[in-house]
């Protein structure tokens, strides 16, 4: 049974970072495409960052430059690295697998390619 647990989120000033973490149990990260998510109150679920089984990365204009995902296979862990934050950036943040290859790449962003998902961990950015 795959499951995900997110962990790192917190309330941080702008400008300042995160990094937020995704365990995996159940099976191992490397054979999954995986991404991480986030939901503003009010707003849609929106797609940050994904990663392909080969090791694509694919990320939101918003963030490109600023956020980092990145994976350790041994440790059956997936990151978001999250500098420079802005208080747009404040959400739950979630973190999702697929265990379909992503082509074009950009529906790794699309919460319909992902079968799994964690329960969440908020970011919160203060100005």
């Known amino acids: 049974q795959v499951q995900l647990v997110e962990s790192g989120g917190g309330s941080v000033q702008a400008g300042g970072s995160l990094r937020l973490s995704c365990a995996a149990s159940?099976?191992?990260?490397?054979?999954?495409?995986m991404g991480w998510f986030r939901q503003a109150p009010g707003k849609e679920r929106e797609g940050v960052a994904g990663?392909?089984?080969?090791?694509?990365?694919y990320y939101a204009g918003s963030v490109k430059g600023r956020f980092t995902i990145s994976r350790d296979n041994a440790e059956k862990t997936l990151y978001l690295q999250m500098n420079s934050l802005k208080p747009e950036d404040s959400a739950m943040y979630y973190c999702?697998?697929?265990?379909?290859?992503?082509?074009?790449?950009?529906?790794?962003?699309?919460?319909?390619?992902?079968?799994?998902w964690g329960q969440g961990t908020q970011v919160t950015i203060s100005s």
């Open positions: 159940g099976y191992s990260v490397s054979s999954y495409s």
């Open positions: 990663i392909s089984i080969g090791g694509t990365t």
């Open positions: 999702a697998a697929s265990q379909r290859a992503p082509w074009p790449w950009f529906v790794l962003l699309r919460d319909t390619f992902y079968d799994y």
